[in-house]
């Protein structure tokens, strides 16, 4: 079973120095995160990790997906609370439902992650699973993280799914924290569990 990490904090996982521009591109289900945390033009930083974000693409089994497509809004506040040294994009899959696999395999070799985080609500479990099979062909070496309402009730689901790690409840803090144990190689007991 993947490391499971829960964190049960309230707004103050949202500090002053979680600011930025979300830049969204209406032709591609992309949103980049960029930061302006007291980073000048002329300031050049080393980005540690390349970390990619996905929502998955299925629209809730009762409302049929032209009715209603609504954005991941979470993952854009994970993106928010990331260190400003890692690149972050966020691809809302639920806008490219027909080309999936297309879509991630373009956004998996253009922008080589070495962390690819999924939001899953229960439903949407099968076709996390099928990402993840995609995301592993592709780049054998990333981490996957799973987190959302499914992981964090039922975390047994994804022992044999091949994720790397599991986050529970809130995890704005969680999240910055795992990947700052990623990029540090060691801290992961750190993280509240």
């Known amino acids: 079973m993947p490391p499971v990490f829960n964190l049960f904090r309230f707004w103050s996982a949202f500090p002053p120095s979680a600011c930025g521009t979300i830049l969204v591109s209406l032709g591609s289900p992309l949103l980049c995160l960029t930061r302006a945390c007291g980073i000048t033009a002329r300031q050049k930083v080393q980005v540690l990790l390349n970390v990619l974000l996905l929502s998955m693409p299925d629209s809730f089994e009762h409302m049929p997906p032209h009715a209603i497509r609504m954005p991941n809004g979470a993952l854009t506040s994970l993106a928010g609370n990331v260190d400003p040294q890692h690149r972050v994009a966020v691809a809302d899959l639920i806008l490219v439902q027909r080309q999936v696999r297309e879509t991630v395999t373009r956004l998996v070799r253009e922008l080589d992650p070495e962390i690819v985080g999924l939001s899953i609500m229960t439903f949407q479990r099968r076709t996390a699973g099928r990402i993840v099979e995609l995301v592993r062909a592709l780049r054998p070496g990333v981490k996957i993280v799973v987190g959302g309402y499914d992981p964090s009730l039922a975390p047994e689901a994804y022992e044999e799914m091949g ?15 795992l990947l700052r144990a990623v990029e540090q190689g060691s801290g992961f007991e750190r993280i509240w569990m």
């Open 163 to 177: 994720v790397d790690y599991l986050v529970r409840s809130e995890g704005e803090v969680t999240f910055r924290e």
